[in-house]
């Protein structure tokens, strides 16, 4: 391994580059979904239908819990479930995506590697 530390970008110019990285792997914002989602097995009840032997239908669902420990159920019809996984894994993906540029940023502040604000103090070592 060569020493690398006098071609290496500087510490803060790599974690604001680590940062627009995970910007610009976003999705959009307005295709973001909480909940999580899920598939069972239903009975319908009709007796000659297939499931009454056992093999029930596929029913997918979202299911979202709120503050307070309420939970909202929904069916997803089959033709919307690709686009309700995708949303579902959007809202993941920003999740994930805030905690990542958080954590950047916390670096940035600990590490003492952020400009300093013009109206802030001119105190400097
Ligand atoms: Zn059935």
Redesign the pocket.
Known sequence: MSDMSDTKPDKATRLEQRKSAVLASLPPFSEILRGSFFQRSI??G?PS???ASGVG?RRAYLGVTFAGGHTEQITVPPDLIPLARRWVANYQRWWRAIERVSEINRRLLRERLLPSSPLGSKRRK
């Open positions: 009975c319908c009709k239908c297939r499931c239908h």
